[in-house]
């Protein structure tokens, strides 16, 4: 007979767990692709997907990590897209070939309208007295996608606001001051850049957008994921979306979307995870797992 030590341990082992959402400084995340998959390993997590925002430059960090940490690196990405003009939809992509030139081009129109934006937002602050300089926005964003959290932290150091929070809300939040609308594509666009990078496309943080017909179209356009955990997602809305998922089909996912911020109680890497299964099952449905669908794609 087992003792119950052992049983205890084989229940351990068996419940492997991943975070399909982790932000790194590739893009507003603040800790490297080398420390999220530390924290990945810290948590005993299986596995964990780095999913930047509209690039894949901490990619290759990550995976070299993953391989000296022993923890598996899913490559992914989290594209900012826009629906009908009106509702910010952001797509997730697991499993992309991150080397695929299309996919990188199409990342590149994005990561270039992000340096546009935050030049004309630093241009606004300083028309409106907030005297920050470009050239240390660029600095705080260390080469990675520059973005409103670096501006807000330029704004908190040049001390017209105490913190990144209240810099947000003062000058940076839409009709604000330095405020400056997003480029973004559709999530058709990303979704078909990702299919062509070989990934698996997947609606992040679905019940933020409380518009299910929308869900429905993007399905119909050939999502095969939604993240139903996630840290904004009441237990309600995660059992909700999970069930959706199970009635149309797709692979229900969940991750922290830890962006290694030290305040403000954001999430941690591990925070929210998924069991290992559903990780198999985005493999599956990627162009690494199932070969009928390269056909499909080809054709
Ligand atoms: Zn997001
Ligand atoms: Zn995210």
Redesign the pocket.
């Known amino acids: 007979m087992q003792d119950v030590q052992e049983v205890l341990n084989n229940h351990f082992i068996m419940e492997r767990l991943a975070d399909l959402?982790t932000?790194t400084t590739a893009s507003d995340g603040c800790l490297t692709p080398t420390e999220v998959v530390e924290a990945a390993k810290r948590a005993e997590l299986a596995a964990v997907a780095i999913?930047d925002?509209d690039t894949v430059g901490g990619i290759d960090e990550a995976l070299a990590a993953g391989r000296k940490f022993d923890i598996e690196v899913i490559p992914g990405v989290?594209i900012s897209t826009i629906y009908q003009d009106r509702v910010e939809v952001?797509i997730?992509g697991y499993f992309i070939d991150h080397t695929s030139p299309t996919l990188i081009e199409r990342l590149d129109v994005l990561k270039n309208a992000r340096y546009d934006r935050a030049m004309q937002m630093v241009e606004k602050l300083n028309a409106a007295g907030v005297m920050i300089d470009f050239g240390r926005v660029q600095e705080l964003a260390g080469g990675g996608a520059i973005g409103r959290p670096h501006v807000a932290r330029a704004i908190v150091e040049a001390g017209a606001a105490r913190s990144m929070d209240s810099a947000f809300g003062k000058f940076l939040k839409e009709g604000g001051a330095g405020y400056v609308p997003r480029y973004k594509i559709s999530p058709m666009e990303a979704m078909e850049a990702i299919s062509e990078a070989g990934g698996v496309s997947c609606c992040?943080?679905v019940a933020k957008l409380k518009r299910d017909e929308l869900l429905v179209e993007l399905i119909n356009r050939g999502l095969r994921a939604i993240e139903a955990s996630h840290p904004d997602h009441s237990r309600a809305g995660r059992k909700f979306y999970k069930r959706f998922a199970k009635s149309r089909g797709l692979i229900a996912t969940g991750g922290s979307?830890a962006?290694g911020f030290a305040h403000n109680m954001r999430p941690g890497v591990g925070d929210v995870t998924v069991d290992y299964d559903v990780v198999r099952q985005l493999r599956q449905a990627s162009r690494f797992g199932d070969s009928s669908r390269i056909k499909c794609l080809e054709e």
């Open positions: 959402h932000h999913t925002h989290e952001h997730l992040a943080h979307d962006h």
